[in-house]
C-alpha cells in the first residue's frame, strides 16, 4: 500500500486530497493523510455569512476561461450553486488623481479590442491613444524584435504601448492579480497568452482582434464564476467528500526526512511531536513553510522556491439600505489604484462586492471590499483592525465624499501574509529546474500557488493532474 502526505490544506491541498480520496475509493491501494497547521481548512478561500451577507475573505471568484474550478464544483454536486459575474454592467475604474476614471469597453486587460473603444476615454491622454494605434502600425517590427528571453511585465507594456498605459493600466491589473511590482514579475510566467501573440502576430491589438473574429458570433463565457454561497462552499463541498480521520487540523509539518526508502514527517501535535512515515509527500504549503521542509533534503532546491511574496489586508465594508441610500457608488465591478512606491498606507483596489456578482448581499445594501497589497499591506498587517479599517475608510471617503458609518457588526478585516508569491523573471526557468531537482528526491511533489499558477482553477487543475499521473 502507497501511504501519502499531504502536507497543508488550502485549495491545492484538498485538490489533491480529493483526487486521492477518489482513487482509493476506485480501489487505488493507498492510504492518504492531510496535515494542515491551522485549525480550519481552505487557506486562503474562505467566505463569511453573516445576517444575509456573503463576504469573501479571499478570492471571489474565477476566471470563467480557466474551466477546472467549475469542472471541480459540478463534479461536487454544486452546479446549481454556479452564478456569474454582472458582466452587463461591467466596469472597472482606475483612481487617477483622486478621481474614479473607467477603463474603455473591450479590454483584454490592457489591450484594446478596437481602436475606436479608446476614443472620448477621460482616463487616456492622446499620446497614450497614438500608443495604442501606434501598436497597430508596428505589427511587422514588433514580431520581427519578440525576445526569446523572459521580460519583466512592465519592460514587455512598455514596449508595445508605451509608459501611461504601462502606469495607467498595467501596473494596477498586474498588481491586482499578484500583488506584485510589475518591473519584477515574468511576462513568461504571468502573461503567457500575450507572449505568443507578439510572436505570432506582433501587435497585440491584432492578435486580439483576429481572436475575435475567429470566434464570431459566439456569445461571451461570463468573465468571472462564483458560487452562491460563496466560494467558501467549494471547501466545505471537498471537506464533505473526505474522510475526517484522514484530515489533521492544527498539526503543522516541522520537517521532512529521509528514513531509508520512506519519508518521515513530523509535526507539532498539541505540545508534542507526532512522526509518521510516507512514500510519498504533496506539499502544498506556502512558501516559507515549503523552504524550510526541503532545506534539510536540498539547500539547492529550496533556494529555487520565490522568495518574495506579497501580503494582502482587506477590509469589508457594508451598509444596510437606509445608510446605503445616502450614497452613490458607480456601475461597475471596483476599481485599481496604480501603484505609488512611495505611498504606505495606499489601497491597490476595491470590489464593490453587491454590484459584481448577483444575490451577495440582502436588497438594498451595499458592500465594498478595501485591498490593501504590497508595502500598505506589509505595513498594515500588524496593525489593529480599527487602524486598518480607519486607513481604508479614510482612502474611500476621498473617494466617495462623506460616507455614512458601515455596520460595525458586519465590517471584516483579513490578512493574509506573503500569500502571493512573485513570479519574477525567470520564474519557467527557475521552475523547471526545481522541478527536477524535487523529482530526483524521489516521492516529493511541490503543489500551491508558487509555481504553476495563482488562481483557484489553476491549483485545482494542478492538484488533480499531479495525483492522476501517479496514482
Ligand atoms: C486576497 C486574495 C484574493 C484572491 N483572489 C482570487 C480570486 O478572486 N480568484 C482566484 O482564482 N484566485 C484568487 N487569489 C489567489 C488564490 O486564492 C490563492 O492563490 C490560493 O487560494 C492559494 O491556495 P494554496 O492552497 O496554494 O495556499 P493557501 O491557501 O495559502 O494554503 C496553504 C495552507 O497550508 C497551511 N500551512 C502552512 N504551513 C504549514 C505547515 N508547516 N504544515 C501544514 N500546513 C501548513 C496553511 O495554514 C494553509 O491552510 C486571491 C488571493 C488572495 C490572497
Known sequence: MKRVAIVGGGIAGLAAAYELEKQRLAGADLDWQLYEASERLGGTVSTTRIEGFVLEDGPDGWVTEKPWARDLAVELGLKDELISSNDATRKTYILIDGKLEAMPGGMRMMVPESLESLEGCALFTE???????AELARADELKASAPTEDESVSSFVR??????????????????VFGGDVAKLSVQAVMAGFVTMEREQGSLIAAVQAKLKARGNKPHPPIFTSLRRGMGSLVEAIVAKLPAERIHLSQPAMSLKREGKLWCLKTMKGTGKAKRHF???????????????LESLSA?????VPN????????????????????????GFGFLVPPDASATESLLAATFADQKFPGRVPEGCKVIRAFFGGASAAALMEQSDEAVTAAALKQLRAIFGELPQPEASLTTVRRWPRSLPQYAVGHLERMAKLETLVGELGGIKL????YRGVGVPDLVRDSRAAVRAEY
Open 127 to 133: 499620446a497614450a491613444r497614438a500608443a495604442y494605434a
Open 159 to 176: 514596449r508595445h504601448f508605451g509608459e501611461e498605459v504601462l502606469e495607467k493600466i498595467g501596473a494596477p491589473l498586474l498588481s491586482g
Open 279 to 293: 512514500q510519498r509527500v504533496l506539499l502544498a504549503t506556502p512558501i516559507d513553510a515549503t523552504k524550510v521542509l
Open 300 to 304: 539547492e532546491a529550496a533556494a529555487l
Open 308 to 331: 518574495d511574496a506579497s501580503s494582502a489586508v482587506l477590509a469589508t465594508f457594508c451598509w444596510k439600505p437606509e445608510a446605503a441610500s445616502q450614497f452613490l457608488v458607480p456601475t
Open 447 to 450: 503543489l500551491g500557488n508558487a
